[in-house]
């Protein structure tokens, strides 16, 4: 087996760099590694021979200054931070026997994976799953172990363990939303979003295999750091958006529902303030005063969260809270989340402390700064035009009838079927899930009504013109219904990426006429989620009777497009 060499550089960081040497000498006896250490710079550091240089396969550099690079010529190279090494030892090491190509260890580096991930979409419903799928389906296929954990709005399912992520060789994350790294620490990790795993897994892992970068503690390594903005310019306003709208809907569904059972419970009074002490007056005092105040300071929070991690929560939320005081509700909120993150951000980057004072920075100086910040521009400068511009917005929802209404409800029902699922559609629902914090509802009918048509028109399809579809599709229409009545819209992606052309035409009509029923009819929804089993619920939607047949003609005209435009199947 060819030797491994290992330079230690440790600058002012001498016992650092003595620690990280023993760790490495430790870590490759266990692994029966040969390796040739050298503490650079140090009385006594044990230079290496050359004998040793010239039969090496790979040398690692750990830590910074002078490491002698010119001694090892063409020689493969891995480069680590002292504290990659004192995080995750093991992790480095793979790293650099990765560069051996005629040894055992480079044959196993070569082979079988061990991956967790983590999939993650704003609802966690639909796209998370389908990403997980992906990657399991590639990985399978590939040979590789992998470990999935789904995020979503209600929380992580199958979380991954400390034990997992340790014997991990990667950590990958398909997102369309933030994702805390903190635990990855010492990982290789690569992050992309959740179309990436749908379409292509198998290219997907290669390429996380490829270009993973090493999460140090408390941040990440400079490649690591370059390419996280990369993505983040590529993913753009959108991703901080959807994070902070993810975060916000348990509360928007909460308070939604608590305030539909109150009514039911006490009447359309229960919240007067002569009810005090009822049932009714209870749960509308939870919904509206609990959850619904605390909707904008949600989405504000994690919209800065989303941009600068964890010091973007304190001055996002604040600043939400400051937006729904000053009437700005959630466009004021958007405002101060993006206002909050952006700071944040720049002062964690710019704010440099002696090694001695760095604890001070996340829970002292980026908290009062980006607070103050955040704070006096929401008061001073756009606390006021905003809640101005959302004031004539509600008042024109509101007032909405007739031809208004009407093409509302179509723009709203087609931008829904789109893409099924993609930024467009997730444009139409976040928007209308925000309105609902301001009292706006009508927007939410047509957005989840337009968002069911396109899977249970194609459901209905397959039944009524069996001839234009294959018998996979046949099979899968039954699934689509369950979809659609429970408003996942990706149901309809099998069938649309099959044959756009003719299918997605005959969803964004459906859709949009399910749209434009909805509000022509008065249809409102107190919550963002849930189809057709939210209709029971006593007040959670008004006119259940024109939302059914809202979705009902929306359906039909959905089924009878896609059966007159699709070619009879092969």
């Given at each position: 087996?060819?030797?491994?060499?290992?330079?230690?550089?440790?600058?002012?960081?001498?016992?650092?760099?003595?620690?990280?040497?023993?760790?490495?000498?430790?870590?490759?006896?266990?692994?029966n590694?040969?390796?040739?250490?050298?503490?650079?710079?140090?009385?006594?550091?044990?230079?290496?021979?050359?004998?040793?240089?010239?039969n090496?396969?790979?040398?690692?550099?750990?830590?910074?200054?002078?490491?002698?690079?010119?001694?090892?010529?063409?020689?493969?190279?891995?480069?680590?931070?002292?504290?990659?090494?004192?995080?995750?030892?093991?992790?480095?090491?793979?790293?650099?026997?990765?560069?051996?190509?005629?040894?055992?260890?480079?044959m196993?580096?070569?082979?079988?994976?061990?991956?967790?991930?983590?999939?993650?979409?704003?609802?966690?419903?639909?796209?998370?799953?389908?990403?997980?799928?992906?990657?399991?389906?590639?990985?399978?296929?590939?040979?590789?172990?992998?470990?999935?954990?789904?995020?979503?709005?209600?929380?992580?399912?199958?979380?991954?363990?400390?034990?997992?992520?340790?014997?991990?060789?990667?950590?990958?994350?398909?997102?369309?939303?933030?994702?805390?790294?903190?635990?990855?620490?010492?990982?290789?990790?690569?992050?992309?979003?959740?179309?990436?795993?749908?379409?292509?897994?198998?290219?997907?892992?290669?390429?996380?295999?490829?270009?993973?970068?090493?999460?140090?503690?408390?941040?990440t390594?400079?490649?690591?750091?370059?390419?996280?903005?990369?993505?983040?310019?590529?993913?753009?306003?959108?991703?901080?958006?959807?994070?902070?709208?993810?975060?916000?809907?348990?509360?928007?569904?909460?308070?939604g529902?608590?305030?539909?059972?109150?009514?039911?419970?006490?009447?359309?009074?229960?919240?007067?303030?002569?009810?005090?002490g009822?049932?009714?007056?209870?749960?509308?005092?939870?919904?509206?005063?609990?959850?619904?105040?605390?909707?904008?300071?949600?989405?504000?929070?994690?919209?800065?969260?989303?941009?600068?991690?964890?010091?973007?929560?304190?001055?996002?939320?604040?600043?939400?809270?400051?937006?729904?005081?000053?009437?700005?509700?959630?466009?004021?909120?958007?405002?101060?989340?993006?206002?909050?993150?952006?700071?944040?951000?720049?002062?964690?980057?710019?704010?440099?402390?002696?090694?001695?004072?760095?604890?001070?920075?996340?829970?002292?100086?980026?908290?009062?700064?980006?607070?103050?910040?955040?704070?006096?521009?929401?008061?001073?400068?756009?606390?006021?035009?905003?809640a101005?511009?959302?004031?004539?917005?509600?008042?024109?929802?509101k007032?909405?009838?007739?031809?208004?209404?009407?093409?509302?409800?179509?723009?709203?029902?087609?931008?829904?079927?789109?893409?099924?699922?993609?930024?467009?559609?997730?444009?139409?629902?976040?928007?209308?899930?925000?309105?609902?914090?301001?009292?706006?509802d009508?927007?939410m009918?047509?957005?989840?009504?337009?968002?069911?048509?396109?899977?249970?028109?194609?459901?209905?399809?397959?039944?009524?013109?069996?001839?234009?579809?294959?018998?996979?599709?046949?099979?899968?229409?039954g699934?689509?219904?369950?979809?659609?009545?429970?408003?996942?819209?990706?149901?309809?992606?099998?069938?649309?990426?099959?044959?756009?052309?003719?299918?997605?035409?005959?969803?964004?009509?459906?859709?949009?006429?399910?749209?434009?029923?909805?509000?022509?009819?008065?249809?409102?929804?107190?919550?963002?989620?849930?189809?057709?089993?939210?209709?029971?619920?006593?007040?959670?939607?008004?006119n259940?009777?024109?939302?059914?047949?809202?979705?009902?003609?929306?359906?039909?005209?959905?089924?009878?497009?896609?059966?007159?435009?699709?070619?009879?199947?092969?």
């Amino acid at each position: 087996m060819a030797q491994l060499l290992a330079v230690v550089g440790g600058g002012d960081l001498s016992t650092h760099a003595v620690l990280a040497l023993e760790a490495l000498r430790k870590a490759a006896d266990r692994r029966n590694q040969p390796i040739a250490l050298e503490l650079r710079g140090a009385p006594g550091g044990n230079p290496l021979p050359d004998e040793a240089i010239r039969n090496a396969g790979a040398v690692l550099l750990v830590g910074s200054g002078d490491l002698g690079e010119g001694r090892f010529g063409a020689l493969h190279r891995a480069r680590a931070a002292i504290a990659d090494v004192l995080t995750d030892v093991n992790a480095v090491l793979d790293r650099a026997l990765s560069g051996f190509v005629d040894t055992p260890m480079a044959m196993a580096t070569a082979g079988t994976k061990r991956i967790v991930a983590i999939t993650s979409c704003p609802t966690g419903i639909a796209h998370t799953f389908m990403a997980a799928e992906g990657l399991q389906a590639a990985a399978d296929a590939l040979g590789h172990s992998i470990r999935i954990e789904t995020q979503g709005s209600v929380g992580a399912r199958d979380t991954l363990t400390a034990a997992e992520i340790a014997a991990a060789d990667i950590v990958l994350i398909a997102a369309d939303t933030g994702v805390d790294r903190a635990r990855f620490a010492g990982k290789r990790l690569y992050a992309t979003n959740t179309k990436a795993a749908i379409r292509d897994g198998k290219g997907l892992i290669a390429t996380a295999l490829a270009e993973a970068q090493m999460q140090a503690a408390g941040g990440t390594t400079e490649a690591a750091a370059d390419k996280a903005e990369t993505a983040e310019q590529k993913a753009g306003a959108y991703k901080h958006l959807m994070t902070g709208v993810s975060f916000m809907l348990p509360f928007v569904v909460a308070g939604g529902l608590l305030i539909a059972l109150a009514f039911a419970v006490g009447g359309i009074d229960a919240m007067a303030p002569g009810h005090e002490g009822t049932l009714g007056y209870a749960l509308g005092q939870i919904g509206a005063k609990g959850a619904f105040a605390l909707i904008v300071p949600a989405l504000a929070g994690y919209i800065a969260y989303s941009i600068a991690d964890r010091p973007g929560i304190a001055p996002g939320m604040i600043g939400g809270m400051l937006a729904a005081n000053l009437q700005a509700g959630f466009l004021g909120g958007i405002a101060a989340g993006f206002i909050a993150g952006y700071t944040a951000r720049f002062l964690n980057q710019h704010i440099r402390l002696h090694k001695n004072l760095e604890g001070l920075k996340p829970v002292l100086i980026l908290p009062l700064l980006a607070t103050t910040i955040t704070g006096l521009l929401m008061i001073y400068v756009v606390g006021v035009p905003v809640a101005a511009v959302l004031s004539a917005l509600t008042a024109w929802l509101k007032g909405m009838q007739g031809a208004s209404a009407l093409v509302l409800g179509l723009v709203l029902g087609g931008m829904m079927a789109i893409d099924m699922g993609g930024p467009i559609n997730k444009a139409a629902y976040a928007s209308a899930a925000a309105l609902l914090s301001s009292g706006v509802d009508a927007p939410m009918a047509a957005v989840m009504l337009g968002g069911m048509t396109p899977p249970l028109g194609l459901a209905l399809a397959t039944r009524l013109f069996p001839a234009r579809f294959t018998k996979p599709e046949r099979e899968a229409g039954g699934a689509a219904a369950v979809l659609g009545a429970a408003f996942i819209t990706e149901g309809a992606i099998p069938f649309a990426a099959a044959d756009p052309l003719r299918v997605i035409p005959s969803l964004v009509a459906g859709s949009a006429v399910a749209g434009a029923l909805a509000l022509t009819l008065g249809v409102t929804l107190k919550v963002p989620h849930g189809g057709l089993f939210v209709l029971p619920i006593p007040n959670a939607v008004t006119n259940p009777l024109g939302a059914v047949l809202a979705l009902a003609a929306g359906t039909l005209v959905t089924a009878m497009l896609a059966g007159l435009l699709k070619k009879q199947a092969a």
